[in-house]
């Protein structure tokens, strides 16, 4: 029989053995860790290198469904960060998009990341009353900004932060990424070439059947459908005539819901005179599902319908079809704001632009309210 002390001194060698195994296991795995984290670094330097780095406002749907994947295919910029009012989705996002700990915020530290050298831009992608607030917040911190559309509630807002951008020097673009797309872009072109003669009516219809949370809230939202989705009406009826128009009429139609539509409206039509005489005829509603733009010129005619999707834009003209490659818009635009950042550029779809559709937005509103033709001066 072994003494104790023997007994207690094969014991110590085997828990030698088994420390040092487990140190050997731990040097290894924390060296492990250390190449993993070093590879990281690797892939991200490369993966951003010379890229405009991005932060997001608002992770709601179309951050997480649009934005955030075409931030993976955008080659001037990256998603560097975000800003968030709930915890559990600055956790996702982090894994997810592997976003360092230091370039997430929420709304009360917001002002912080003016000291963050790794964001470059800041893209307000809230609820439509509060791109305001954040975009001259986002100013004052000196970053370059995108405003999602509409770019706010009323002109007065849109002054404000076009006024903010400029104080601090900084370039502010709407989100409207249409104008990346190469569809819309043949619909302008035919349009100022007068491929098929002089453009005489444009039809312009967006609409979707369901709708929830703040788009219901007239307070969040600044009114219904026309701000939502009509508001792809009044961008295309502009950029196929090429102009700005100088009158509208609306008309508001039946509330077939009336308690969820309480201050806003459920669908209207309306009228935009530009001012070579060319009407555009418009409908929007959150009853029915729309989505067309359609041209009628003196010896034909050209449409796109879908003509404001994400994927999907199809077209065809009086002669055949508009045979285009589909393209991730949100990409193109980011890319498109990051190189004019770069290049000192100016942005094609700027706060002025926006600002010019929020007043016949509510030059619509006044008419719709009214029953009265409204110019816009
Ligand atoms: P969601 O409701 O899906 O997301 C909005 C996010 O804003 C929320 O998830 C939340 O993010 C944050 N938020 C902060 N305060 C509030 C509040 N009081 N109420 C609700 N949300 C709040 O909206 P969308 O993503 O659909 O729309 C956001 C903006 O993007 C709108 O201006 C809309 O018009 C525009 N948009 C543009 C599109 C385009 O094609 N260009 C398409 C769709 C929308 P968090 O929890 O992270 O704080």
């Not at 975000?82 to 559990?88: H, N």
């Not at 201050?263 to 989505?291: H, K, R, V």
């Amino acid at each position: 029989m072994l003494p104790d002390n023997s007994k207690s001194h094969t014991r110590r060698k085997f828990i030698n053995k088994v420390s040092a195994v487990t140190l050997g296991s731990m040097l290894f795995g924390s060296y492990a860790n250390a190449r993993q984290d070093k590879k990281r670094e690797v892939m991200n330097t490369k993966r951003t290198a010379g890229k405009l780095g991005i932060a997001l406002v608002g992770l709601g749907k179309y951050s997480g469904g649009q934005l955030a994947p075409a931030l993976q295919e955008t080659e001037h910029c990256f998603l560097a960060g975000i800003v968030t009012g709930t915890p559990e989705k600055a956790k996702d996002w982090k894994s997810k998009y592997d976003i360092p700990d230091g370039n997430i915020y929420n709304y009360e530290n917001f002002a912080s990341i003016k000291d963050n050298p790794a964001i470059d831009i800041i893209y307000v992608v809230l609820p439509n009353a509060l791109h305001a607030e954040y975009v001259i917040k986002a100013a004052a911190a000196g970053k370059h900004v995108i405003c999602e559309k509409p770019m706010a509630i009323n002109v007065e807002e849109c002054d404000r932060m076009i006024d903010a951008c400029k104080k601090t020097g900084v370039m502010l673009s709407i989100g409207y990424r249409l104008h990346f797309e190469p569809h819309t872009q043949e619909m302008i072109r035919l349009s100022k070439d007068k491929v098929v003669g002089k453009v005489k009516k444009i039809i312009a219809k967006d609409g979707m059947s369901k709708v929830e949370g703040w788009r219901l809230n007239k307070a969040l939202a600044g009114g219904g459908p026309l701000m939502d989705v009509g508001i792809y009406c009044v961008q295309g009826a502009c950029y196929v005539s090429g102009m700005d128009p100088i009158a509208v009429k609306a008309k508001e139609g039946p509330k077939t819901k009336p308690e969820m539509f309480r201050d806003i409206e459920q669908s209207l039509s309306w009228e935009m005179e530009f001012p070579d005489g060319t009407i555009a005829a418009c409908e929007s509603s959150y009853a029915e599902d729309m989505n067309l733009l359609h041209v009628d010129a003196e010896k034909g005619w050209f449409e796109l319908s879908p003509a404001y999707s994400y994927r999907g834009i199809t077209g065809k003209t009086s002669e055949g079809k508009i045979d285009l490659p589909g393209v991730t818009q949100q990409a193109g635009q980011m890319d498109d704001f990051a190189m004019a950042i770069k290049d000192k550029r100016a942005t094609p779809v700027p706060g002025e632009m926006g600002r010019r559709d929020l007043k016949i937005l509510m030059a619509i509103y006044k008419a719709m309210d009214s029953g009265q033709r409204v110019e816009i001066s």
